[in-house]
């Protein structure tokens, strides 16, 4: 959960670059960082989400 919360905190910090970004290239070099990050929160959040069985 250590390693989710590093990951968050540098996705807003990734956001907030986004804001003041100047010019299209840096914009878009931030925005695919800042997808980069959000997709290694989701996969670490879904490794501790409990399963659910269900077998009918």
Same mark, same amino acid.
């Given at each position: 959960?250590?390693?989710?919360?590093?990951?968050?905190?540098?996705?807003?910090?990734?956001?907030?670059?986004?804001?003041?970004?100047?010019? /299209? %290239?840096?914009?878009?070099?931030? &925005?695919?960082?800042? %997808?980069?990050?959000?997709?290694?929160?989701?996969?670490?959040?879904?490794?501790?989400?409990?399963?659910? %069985?269900? /077998? &009918?």
């Amino acid at each position: 959960m250590i390693m989710t919360k590093k990951l968050t905190y540098r996705y807003a910090f990734t956001l907030l670059k986004m804001k003041k970004a100047e010019g /299209r %290239n840096e914009y878009m070099d931030l &925005a695919k960082e800042a %997808n980069l990050i959000w997709h290694q929160i989701v996969s670490q959040k879904s490794k501790y989400t409990p399963r659910i %069985n269900c /077998r &009918a």
